[in-house]
Structure formats: structure tokens, C-alpha cells
């Protein structure tokens, strides 16, 4: 006789399909109120879901946040070694400023969410832990990237080799990204994180900006 299907695939599936509709409908609101003044009946509205729904998936909304924030960095520093693995054992340091530019701006929705993460971050330790293992993750996929292009590609002396370089490049991203924050410009935050990070990596990264962000008029 054969074995009764199951239901289990199903139901896996379906938790699985409530609670990325919940961390995305989460993402929505707590970009639009921030997340100190978001409760878990406006992302249960938000999502179209219940409370049982939301329990059967968080403990807590600090546990939703917390997943929605490791799903998001988890993704960036996958792309950021996907962008920088393009090269070989060369590193095309402007090709690879420009694939790495385009994947770290990403959205200011996402800047928003990630600066409450710190800021709540640095009011308690063991998120603060969370946060800091995440940025490694991040400074690790570049050392790692950077290290490997060693021979191949030099880096400025300065920087103390591959992990100097990527503790400055997250830094270059951190302090473009809040002048994103403030100004919502963002083909200059791009423009002006091209450069830095090439001038970075290289011993020069080409003509200088105008107070405006732009190259000079005859520039490359």
C-alpha cells in the first residue's frame, strides 16, 4: 500500500512563505516609523497576517527586527564578495568600485532600518555583538577578496594591507551613506563613494571633485 502524502512539505513551505511576507511588510514599516514606534499589530496589518501568525513565526518583535537586519547584511556582504570575485586573480580596482558602488548604496529605506539597528545597538551590548559580527562578516569579505589580488594588485602602503583597506572602505560607506541619509542625494553619494573608495584603494583614484561631487569638465 502506499504511504499517505504528507503535509509537512506543505506547511513548511507555507510558514516559510508567512514569514518572509512578515519581514518584508516589517521592513516597509519600520523604515516608514522606525522601529522604536512600530508595534506588532501594524506589521501584522501591514502583512495581512494575525498575531497567531506573527507568534508562530518571532517571539518578538526585537527577534523579527533582528532576523529582518541579519537577512539584509547577509545578503550585502554576499553580493559585495560576488562583485569583487569577478576579476580573477587581477583586481580591476575601478570595475570593481563601480559593481561594489551599485550593491552597497542599495536603498534609503534599508539605511534607514540599518541606522535604528545601530542606534539601538549601541544601547545594548549583546545586540551591539549581533551588529559587530555582521560588520565583520562584511570587512571580511573584502580583506579576503583584496588579500587574494596581493601581488597581482598593490595597495596603498598606508592603509597596513588587506584589512586596513576594508576596515576603510566600511568606513568610506558609513560616512556616504549618513550624508544619504541627510541630503536623500543619491547619485552623489554614489559619485562621491566611487571615489573615495578608489582613491582608497589606488595611490591617487584619478582628477579631483568640485565642491559639487562632479568631476572637472574634460575629466575621464
Same mark, same amino acid.
Given at each position: 500500500?502506499a504511504?499517505k ?28 516609523? /522606525? ?26 518583535l ?17 553580493q ?28 534609503r ?6 541606522t ?24 571580511h ?15 596603498p ?15 568610506a ?11 536623500r542625494?543619491v ?16 595611490? /591617487? ?6 565642491e ?8 575621464p
Open positions: 500500500m504511504a502524502p504528507t503535509t509537512t512539505g506543505r506547511v513548511t513551505r507555507r510558514r516559510a512563505r508567512t514569514r518572509a511576507e512578515l519581514l518584508d511588510a516589517a521592513f516597509g514599516v519600520f523604515a516608514a516609523k /522606525g522601529f522604536g514606534r512600530v508595534s506588532i499589530e501594524e506589521v501584522c496589518d501591514a502583512a495581512g497576517y494575525s498575531r497567531g501568525a506573527f507568534y508562530s513565526n518571532f517571539d518578538s526585537d527577534e523579527l527586527f533582528f532576523a529582518l537586519y541579519r537577512e539584509r547584511a547577509d545578503l550585502i556582504a554576499d559585495v564578495s560576488g562583485a569583487l570575485a569577478l576579476d580573477g586573480p587581477d583586481l580591476d580596482v575601478p570595475a570593481a568600485v563601480d559593481r561594489v558602488t551599485e550593491v552597497l548604496l542599495l536603498d529605506d534599508w539605511l534607514l532600518v540599518k535604528d539597528f545601530l542606534v539601538h545597538a549601541a544601547r545594548d551590548p549583546a545586540v551591539a555583538r549581533t551588529l559587530l559580527e555582521h560588520r565583520a562578516r562584511l570587512r569579505a573584502i580583506a579576503d577578496r583584496l588579500a587574494r589580488a596581493r601581488g597581482h594588485t598593490a595597495l602602503a598606508v592603509l597596513g594591507g588587506a584589512e586596513g583597506a576594508a576596515h576603510a572602505v566600511v568606513a560607506y558609513d560616512g556616504v551613506t549618513t550624508q544619504l541619509l541627510l541630503d542625494d547619485e552623489h553619494a554614489r559619485a562621491w563613494l566611487g571615489r573615495l573608495l578608489t582613491a582608497l584603494l589606488t595611490e /591617487g583614484g584619478g582628477p579631483p571633485l568640485t559639487d561631487g562632479a568631476a572637472p569638465l574634460g575629466s
